[in-house]
Nanobody, 122 residues
Framework: QVQLVESGGGLVQAGGSLKLACAAS????????MGWFRQAPGKYRDFVAA????????SYADSVKGRFTISRDNAKNTVDLQMNSLKPEDTAVYYC???????????????WGQGTQVTVSS
């Protein structure tokens, strides 16, 4: 079992930055691909970014490419999401997830955090 706890969310103005953190416990995350997903009000949860077990591969949703950066520190058992040039449409609850396979599909992720709210004002 892996427990995931997200932090770093909050209220920010458009154009600003936030860094989300995901702290894992129970097992080392080096055995897992890690991902970030988000769910805006009234919408389905969507893929944001993923990173492979060793960190050598990353992928992003087109909507965040060039603005968001996912990274991981397996020694610290953490995964971060640096979000720059934030837009009001980035407003959502952001979830960290761990899975066996590097993927953008939610079905490939077995463990999920509770989420952290990000609100971007215009």
């Amino acid at each position: 079992q892996v427990q995931l706890v997200e932090s770093g969310g909050g209220l920010v103005q458009a154009g600003g930055s936030l860094k989300l953190a995901c702290a894992a416990s129970g097992r080392t995350i080096s055995s897992y691909a890690m991902g970030w997903f988000r769910q805006a009000p009234g919408k389905y949860r969507d893929f944001v970014a993923a990173i492979s077990r060793g960190g050598g591969r990353t992928s992003y949703a087109d909507s965040v490419k060039g603005r968001f950066t996912i990274s991981r520190d397996n020694a610290k058992n953490t995964v971060d999401l640096q979000m720059n040039s934030l837009k009001p449409e980035d407003t959502a609850v952001y979830y960290c997830a761990a899975g066996r396979y590097y993927s953008s599909a939610q079905s490939e992720y077995d463990y999920w955090g509770q989420g952290t709210q990000v609100t971007v004002s215009s």
